[in-house]
């Protein structure tokens, strides 16, 4: 089937190559615009309880007050506040409300902390926009305006809450997303220059890719967000950005190094390329789909981030596919060697003594001692991802600690609590006739301050104007996201149900109730989402090679690979640096590009194998052969791919740069130890054994329509 795709695209080249232009334009031109949120909460199921009590909240207070912003107010001189300054900043709070900033609602004071050395400002903001750009520019607002206001007084005021920080994380993310994204491609331009010593070749797939793949794939994407129903996350297009770029640069270079092989061992251009795309198709194809899988798989969780993520990535895998077996060949196909690796002759003949070559022939004599080590090391560094830790503390993980909203939320700890900046809310709602006893209510609120982690209540109870639901405000003792915060959740929540008077229901509430669903959630999708992929990637390997025993261990390598990476950034990150936890989406990250993309170089590794061995060689003569040959492949991509996500730490974020290190790392492991040396070396050990019970491994004669592309390597 390959070679008929690649030979009819070689034969009607410049037809492929406007058919491509037109469907880029066409999807593109009527392509809606990809809605977007940044809210947390919007990403769990209505099942979870603090969705089920933000519902009940909105409901039964639509009025209510729920800051976005936060102004903390104190003296130029450090002295504490006296009561002309408080009455100051109550004036202010009058002045910024009267301007009729574009979002804000209200202004109103808070109280003042214990030494009196600094009071709160409360920005309430349309509820309907949260998460949005448009109350990130009013916290901008707010921070031009304030400032000559509260100066006038001999005050000092910084803008914090989330809608500063959605506004300073915005910004630290542009600088670090355009550092990335300029690296990256610097990376790949320099990279390919040193392969294959061409300008041609080194700028042509960033073209096709961000010109034709990325626009396709982006306006289809659009239209499935559209037709079912989707919404996406604020970092889906420097995601697609990253998968695109890795995925298509891999694809480019296992048609590229195929095709300068046949081209070596004689073949005319267009049959060269005729070949590549027939015996690098099939490589190119179950990889992709592998990829594709993994990433559909994702619409099995619970967290609505990756449900979003995961068809989306799955599109963009499809087309960047498409455009491996059609686009690319169809390209390189209109231009003669000579011009596309110009200036470079190295084309034209294979360097003998290859340091790949050396490897394979390690291989092929010590199958055994190369499986133990390579499994050895990588036994060892997944012991340490049994002491992971989640961390939710993506605002200061995020951002540098001298960013205002970082400083306004360091200073409200030391000064209120530091569960101030976001209180749990706990709706107390009647599930009969009658309205909510108010005393028996506010002898709740006083129980709930007896438990470990809350440090006190925030203002008096309210509630609603049917009198059926009350809210409670409790201050934590801990940051909203941190890991003792989350711990406490489960304490408050049995509290507050047991607690609830006869005749009502309790729902705790809040940011801290989010991130605890959150971390509920992700232990569910742990144990849906990775069994399911890797019994479905199974299957296209089992069909791949036709073989029941192989399949198994490239997973239980795939896996270990994934296990050794998340032990390597634990021990590094989380035990070296002595922090609290690694950012919560780190293991579902990994699995994206650790686990998905890096099967494409086991994959690719293994049909080259398969290939060697219908030529009639032995197990292990054939592993050494497939490392020769595909080695040099495998490198490229592989470093290519490492790093460009390398170019995320950077940034100077945090949260990057664990990313950056483990997403590196693990594709490292998957290129050069688990394809290289532990696959072949256990396909060796295992020899024909491996390709039961469809012995894919026999000699097998060449396609009669092929025989005269079937000219063996020298």
């Not at 200073?411 to 309205?435: C, H, N």
Request: charged share 15%; aromatic share 8%.
């Amino acid at each position: 089937m390959f070679y008929s795709i690649g030979r009819f695209v070689v034969r009607h080249k410049y037809w492929t190559i406007v058919a491509w232009v037109i469907a880029a334009v066409a999807i593109s031109m009527t392509a809606p615009s990809l809605p977007s949120s940044s809210d947390e909460s919007s990403f769990l199921p209505k099942s979870y309880e603090s969705i089920q009590a933000g519902t009940l909240q909105g409901r039964a207070f639509p009025a209510a007050f729920t800051p976005s912003a936060l102004i903390l107010y104190s003296r130029s001189d450090g002295a504490a506040l006296t009561k002309a300054d408080l009455a100051a900043t109550a004036q202010v709070d009058q002045q910024l409300a009267a301007k009729h900033i574009s979002q804000v609602e209200k202004v109103l004071p808070g109280g003042p902390s214990k030494d009196l050395k600094y009071t709160l400002g409360l920005v309430q903001m349309n509820a309907k926009s949260v998460g949005q750009p448009s109350q990130s520019t009013a916290a901008k607002t707010l921070r031009t305006d304030i400032k000559p206001l509260a100066s006038a007084h001999g005050l000092t005021a910084k803008i914090g809450g989330q809608a500063a920080q959605a506004l300073d994380a915005q910004d630290a993310s542009q600088t670090s997303t355009a550092l990335s994204l300029a690296a990256s491609l610097g990376l790949i331009i320099i990279t390919l220059l040193i392969i294959f010593r061409s300008p041609l070749i080194a700028i042509l797939p960033l073209v096709l890719l961000m010109a034709l793949d990325y626009t396709t794939a982006s306006g289809l994407i659009a239209d499935a967000t559209k037709v079912f129903g989707l919404q996406a996350n604020n970092s889906l297009s420097a995601l697609l950005v990253v998968v695109l770029l890795g995925v298509g640069t891999d694809y480019f270079l296992f048609l590229m190094f195929r095709y300068r092989e046949r081209l070596r061992a004689g073949d005319d251009h267009e049959e060269a390329m005729i070949h590549a795309v027939g015996r690098v198709g099939e490589a190119i194809a179950s990889a992709a789909g592998a990829v594709i899988i993994a990433f559909l798989a994702l619409t099995l969780c619970s967290l609505g981030f990756f449900t979003q993520l995961g068809p989306a990535l799955a599109i963009l895998v499809a087309v960047t596919l498409v455009a491996g077996l059609t686009l690319f060949p169809a390209l390189l196909a209109t231009m003669k060697p000579r011009k596309l690796f110009w200036p470079s002759k190295a084309w034209q003949s294979e360097p003998t003594g290859t340091r790949f070559a050396s490897f394979g022939q390690a291989v092929r004599r010590r199958p055994a001692v190369m499986a133990a080590v390579s499994g050895v090391i990588m036994v060892a560094l997944a012991i340490g991802a049994f002491g992971f830790k989640a961390s939710f503390d993506l605002s200061s993980g995020s951002m540098p600690k001298t960013v205002e909203s970082m400083v306004v939320q360091n200073e409200m700890v030391k000064a209120y609590s530091a569960g101030a900046a976001d209180p749990t809310q706990v709706l107390l709602t009647s599930t009969g006739s009658a309205p909510v006893d108010h005393a028996a209510a506010d002898a709740f609120a006083q129980g709930l301050t007896k438990d470990a982690g809350v440090a006190g209540l925030q203002g008096p109870t309210q509630f609603s104007k049917d009198g059926r639901t009350a809210e409670v405000n409790l201050s934590l003792k801990y940051a909203a996201s941190s890991g003792q915060a989350i711990d406490a959740m489960s304490g408050l929540r049995d509290s507050a149900h047991h607690a609830a008077p006869a005749g009502t229901k309790a729902l705790v509430g809040g940011e801290t109730s989010v991130f605890a669903d959150i971390q509920t959630a992700q232990d569910h999708d742990y144990k849906v989402v990775f069994p399911v992929a890797a019994i479905l990637i199974m299957l296209i390997l089992g069909l791949l090679l036709r073989s029941i025993v192989a399949p198994w261990y490239l997973m239980a390598s795939v896996g270990l690979g994934f296990a050794a990476t998340l032990g390597a950034t634990t021990l590094l990150f989380q035990r070296g640096s002595n922090s609290g936890g690694l950012m919560f989406l780190l293991p579902m990250i990994m699995y994206l590009f650790v686990v998905a993309i890096g099967t494409d170089y086991n994959i690719l590794m293994i049909a080259r194998l398969r290939e060697e061995a219908r030529e009639g060689r032995e197990p292990r003569e054939a592993a050494a052969e497939a490392l020769r040959h595909a080695g040099p492949t495998v490198a490229a991509a592989g470093f290519i791919l490492a790093a460009t996500f390398a170019t995320l730490t950077l940034s100077g974020n945090s949260l990057l740069t664990e990313m950056g290190f483990a997403v590196s790392f693990g594709i490292l492991v998957s290129a050069f130890v688990m394809a290289m040396f532990f696959t072949p070396s256990l396909t060796a050990l295992i020899g024909h054994a491996a390709w039961w019970p469809g012995r894919a491994d026999q000699v097998k004669a060449a396609p009669v329509a092929d025989v005269a592309t079937e000219v063996r390597v020298p």
